[in-house]
């Protein structure tokens, strides 16, 4: 059977050409689909539509934009399953991780669909007599949206639905390994009636694209989220053209447990926190910092139940784990588990790519466990973004919050105990943009900003009523009356 080509999306038009492949991780002779391989030029044109569409969608009405979100939100739905299982076969992570990944983006879609009837401007008491003084929300131009693969329908959404009913228009870019799920929602907005050029598509070579948009005229704004590298490049170039810029980079996410923890459900937490998605979630837990009096049988803890997970196939009823997204991030995370090896000696458990049987098709790996970490290891520092847990010791509380805090990132980070004073003192100063308290680092709700700190973000957050401070400006209005 051939495999199915989806093409860019540019100025309303589905636009063909050269391809590369999209293939299941799980399964790697299957093709999920050929993608339109872009070029600059492709780039350009997409964001010379985007801006000739800017004035007549900007000027809607934003509740008539919002109706359009909603009916993006309506076709999802009807797609529900298709979607998920599109995602399992193109990212790898498990089918009720991918059906809880649609929902929220259909949830995202709905949310700030309604926010096209607030939008809410200031109004405010002028000093001078008969002045009425407000401000209003005005959109900012052409955006240019680059995403990563490891959620591959809620970053584009998160990204996309503010950007639109703000009444801005867009250029999607999304990941190589995953585009398709991007895509998906953009074939939503074209069957919803998006005006042409509001929403425009180009798949391809992050380098050669992010380049052109970056440097594309029309573009006012650029959102990016991916690798720390990538960030600082594209902050660089975007900074020359005094773009607004938005980043969201890579994490080394600790979970801090204290001694006087719910010892079973921080042992759920962590190991969730650390493998479900492969440990390919920027939020994942790659720290665990465990309290002295309870580390020997918090780590035993830890072993035993990483050791029931089951990886596999994410299409097959049961599996815990997927595979990793690709060779390159497979061949990264056993690149650092032989660097953890030399550092903290052999792992308590896995380190071993997964092989035999079903496991040759695909790329899968043992969820990883090194215990001993100390701070100066590398695996204590880099992000490796697979299924590697480092487990820290901390003499106690303060110790734990320094190990925590003493590196350059700070996306999320996690605590788990009973005691209402280190909660406190936990959440004013861990350094991170997303805390949990005894719940997963992992896991967040789009109502509400998202983001990291340090080097893990740049600019405003994402989500919730924050992203419409990015995606929108103030119009102030003295008026005498
Ligand atoms: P990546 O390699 O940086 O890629 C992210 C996106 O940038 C992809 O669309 C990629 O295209 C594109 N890209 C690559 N080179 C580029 C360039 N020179 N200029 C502009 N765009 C370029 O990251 P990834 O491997 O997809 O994602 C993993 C990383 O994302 C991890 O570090 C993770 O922590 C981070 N992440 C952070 C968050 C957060 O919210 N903080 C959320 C999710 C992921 P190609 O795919 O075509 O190369």
Redesign the pocket.
Known sequence: MSSPTFPNYINGEWVAGPTFENRNPASIDEVVGLFVKGSAADADQAAEAAQAAFSPWSTLPAPARGNYLFKVAEILEREFDQIASEMTREEGKTLPEAKGEVRRAINIFRYYGGEGSRLPGLLVPSERDRVHTFSIRKPIGVVGL??????PIA?PAWKLAPALICGNTVVI?????APLCAWRIVEACHQAGIPKGVVNFVA????E???A??NAKPLKAIL????????H??HAEASKRMLRIQL????KNPTIVLADADFNSAVENVVNAAFFSTG????ATSRAIVEDAIYETFVAALVERTRKLKVGNGLEAGIDIGPAVDEA?LKTDLKYIEIGRKEAGEPRTGGHRLTGGAYDKGYFIEPTIFADVTADMTIAKE?I?GPVLSVMRAKDFEDAMRIANNIPLG?SASVQTTNLSRVFDFVYRAEAGLLTVNLPSAGVEYQLP???TKE??FGSK?QGPAALEFYSDYKTIYLKY
């Open positions: 680059i995403t990563p693969w490891n959620f970053i870019k999304p990941a190589s390994p391809g070579s992050g380098g694209l992010g380049k948009l970056v990016f989220t991916g690798s720390t590298d990538v960030g490049w594209l969201e980079m890579g994490g390919q979630k920027c939020t991030q992000e973004f996306l998202f983001g990291g893990s973000s994402e």
